[in-house]
């Protein structure tokens, strides 16, 4: 199983990115995204199930992410909009292949993770 995360790069606030994260081995049930910014925690930022009817996204996202997913791909997509200088990070794709009550939104609910990508939000 690998996940490969790309789309990372350097933006001025109030511009946007696309982040993919490709999938290889198997198809999950949950995929989601983590961001560390620089001196913090890794945190959640958005999750979708694998039909993608369902979506969480963290409140500090909320309205300007949009994660979605292509299961002919096996790719999980991080559409970020409205970019701010609190958004730079290293983002993480995961993935999980449970079966849960609620879309995960924490760490130790993923069982896999990609290599991470930079986003970098000038001001």
């Known amino acids: 199983v690998q996940l490969v995360a790309s789309g990372g790069g350097l933006v001025q606030a109030g511009g946007s990115l696309r982040l993919s994260c490709a999938a290889s081995g198997r198809s999950f049930s949950y995929m989601g995204w983590f961001r560390r910014a620089p001196g913090k925690e890794r945190e959640f930022a958005a999750a979708?199930?694998?039909?993608?009817?369902?979506?969480r996204y963290a409140d500090s996202v909320k309205g300007r992410f949009t994660i979605s997913r292509d299961n002919a791909k096996n790719t999980v997509y991080l559409q970020m909009n409205s970019l701010k200088p609190e958004d730079t990070a290293v983002y993480y794709c995961?993935?999980?292949?449970?079966?849960?009550?609620?879309?995960?939104?924490?760490?130790?609910?993923?069982?896999?993770w990609g290599q991470g990508t930079q986003v970098t939000v000038s001001s």
């Open positions: 979708i199930t694998w039909s993608g009817a369902t979506t």
């Open positions: 995961a993935a999980d292949k449970g079966y849960r009550v609620a879309v995960p939104t924490t760490i130790t609910e993923y069982a896999y």
